[in-house]
């Protein structure tokens, strides 16, 4: 064996691996990135799904050190199955049905995955005996405090959980805290508030935002529709906060953290600076159902709030208090300031949505060469 054998044996030898459930998802993708860059062998649990192109870990499927599994968190089995084979030094569970909305209409769903397979991977752990080596990040959420006990809220905050995925949560926040007394294992929970990038889902109020003044300002939509214009999220940058999810998990001790900018906006206030990054003013008149976004310059209509995203319970005075991860994580909550976070998505999606213009026209152009020449 030479010598560059030998390194690279030993390299993979000492290379850490790692299991990410919901790895196609916003935060698994940029965690994917960030341990790759790290060196660590990476393995994601994807779904079956009728599409194969999974957006955004695309770039990632070809490398030798990324490897994809497919499971569901709603099958013990394919989770037996994938840890036992991996044997990981760490597990980071992101997987979730993650939409508060949704989880109204699919409540059933919702405790499926986000509760009882919390608990699928903790006992798949036990069950394949990584449960003394391998450390487990749940991914918990803000969500947890729901109808708001105090402001700003800390892990001492109680929870007050006001939504089926919150509920669903919860379960998956005590079995974790449960089994790592219980049983001894490192498990963690990331208390993590609003995190939002150019990969956010379409249909989380951000994105919408984002994609909406964009369209707006390139002519293609007439005006957006909107739920509670008033509720306040503590709205930080998820490639920041995948960081912390890493750095919980290599403390001498496991525990819980929160993590947040320490800053709220309104749901309106983040409208208002979106348009305004896309060259349009807004003001906002009237009050509840009957408010409205008008351009300043034209005073044409371009936001109107529908009943139909208003929500049964809804969350709206959310803000952390991440003292606690900034002493002991060495967590900067401020890396990526709120007008920063606003401005690079509405930069990506001008472009995504130019480029969509743009071939649109040619198949535009194309059709209406093909029935002049018919
Ligand atoms: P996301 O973009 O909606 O991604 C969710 C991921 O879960 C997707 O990869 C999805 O796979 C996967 N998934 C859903 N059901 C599954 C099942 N039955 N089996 C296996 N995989 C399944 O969510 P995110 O924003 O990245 O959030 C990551 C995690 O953090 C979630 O647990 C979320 O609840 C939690 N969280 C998010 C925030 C936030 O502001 N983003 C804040 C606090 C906590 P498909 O691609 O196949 O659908
Ligand atoms: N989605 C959506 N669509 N929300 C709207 C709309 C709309 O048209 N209009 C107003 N909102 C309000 C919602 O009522 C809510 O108060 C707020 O905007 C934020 O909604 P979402 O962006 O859907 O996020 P979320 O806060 O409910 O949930 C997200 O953050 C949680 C952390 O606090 C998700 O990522 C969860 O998975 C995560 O746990």
Known sequence: MNNKMKKELDKNKKRKKCIITGVTGQDGSFLSELLLEKGYEVHGVIRRSSTDFRERIAHLENRDDFHLHYGDMTDSLSLVHIIGMVGPDEIYNLAAQSHVQVSFDEPEFTADVDAMGVLRILEAVRLTGVDKTCRIYQASTSELYGRVEEVPQSETTPFHPYSPYAVAKQYGFWIAKEYREAYDMYVCNGILFNHESERRGESFVTRKITLSACRIAQGKQDKLFLGNLSSFRDWGYAKDYVECMWLMLQQETPDDYVIATGEQHTVREFATLAFHFVGIELEFKGEGVDEKG???????????????????????????DPSNAKENLGWNPRNTSFEQLVKLMVEHDMESIAVEKEKEHIRTNVVEHLERTR
């Open 294 to 320: 008008y351009d300043k310059d034209t005073g044409k209509i371009l936001i109107e709030v529908s009943e139909e995203f208003y929500r049964p319970t809804d969350v709206v005075n959310l803000l952390g």
